[in-house]
């Protein structure tokens, strides 16, 4: 099931991401949910989704040290 725009907009509270996005990355806790993800994605026509190695921790580090 694909969501239109202002579906996505709503349920998400970000905007939709067109199916070329370059900035569709897909991370988690752990790890185990990310590589479904981005094949989920993937198999609904995004081309370039991602699969993030790291946790959501070293992401979230990673952009606090990027912003300073």
Known sequence: M??????????????????DSSELVFHCQMGRHRAAATEKARGLGFKNAYNYAGGHKEWSDK??????
């Open 63 to 68: 952009g606090e040290s990027v912003s300073k």
């Open 2 to 19: 694909s969501l239109d725009t202002s579906e996505f907009q709503s349920k998400f509270g970000v905007v939709k991401p067109s199916l």
